[in-house]
Structure formats: structure tokens, C-alpha cells
């Protein structure tokens, strides 16, 4: 593993060292929450100052991702992201046929 020092001067990267540097705080990459359920602004707020830059809601999802990303379109503190539910569609498409196919749904010309 390469590890690398970084000094940091009026905001701007200043040196790169394998020396060490005086400051003592810590610069890595942005982390990516897997398992973010909460996806409101509130929420993206607290994971961005953990430094959080990537929420994804990975386990149940959305069942309709091009509606969950458009509402998301320039209401975002971090970058997100959600996996299509296939259990939520599948149980729409059940309740789809489930109402088609119910003998008392059926009509009768006598």
C-alpha cells in the first residue's frame, strides 16, 4: 500500500510527501454507504459530513428507478442511488393478474 502525505495550504493542495507533514487530519477518497435507506436531504447531510459522498438504497430499491432518479435530479447533497425492487414489481404484476383472473371480477351476459 502506498501512503502518501498531504499539506494543504489556503485550501489548495500544497505538497505531496512520504514525509510527514504537521496537521494531523486525514484526506481519503469519499466513501460509498451501501445500504442507505434514508434518502432525504437530512439524511445526505449527515453522511456527507462522515464523508460519505455516494448513498445507495441497495436492498429493497425502488419499483420505478427512472421516477425515484428524476425526482432526485438536482435535489441532491451527495451522489445516490437505488437498485429496481423486484420484489415491489413482482407483487404488482400479482395483483395485477390476481384482479384480472378473480371469478367474482368476471362479467356475465345472460
Request: no cysteine; net charge positive; charged share 25%.
Amino acid at each position: 500500500m502506498l501512503v502518501r502525505n498531504v499539506g494543504i495550504r489556503d485550501g489548495k493542495i500544497a505538497r505531496v510527501s512520504s514525509a510527514a507533514l504537521s496537521g494531523g487530519r486525514v484526506v481519503s477518497p469519499g466513501f460509498i454507504d451501501l445500504h442507505q435507506h434514508g434518502q432525504d436531504m437530512a439524511s445526505q447531510r449527515v453522511k456527507a459530513l462522515d464523508g460519505v459522498t455516494t448513498a445507495l438504497e441497495l436492498e429493497i430499491g425502488a419499483p420505478d428507478v427512472a421516477q425515484f432518479l428524476k425526482a432526485k435530479e438536482g435535489h441532491s447533497l451527495i451522489h445516490y442511488g437505488i437498485s429496481a425492487s423486484h420484489s415491489g414489481e413482482g407483487s404488482g404484476v400479482r395483483r395485477t393478474v390476481a384482479r384480472r383472473n378473480h371469478p367474482a371480477q368476471e362479467r356475465r351476459s345472460d
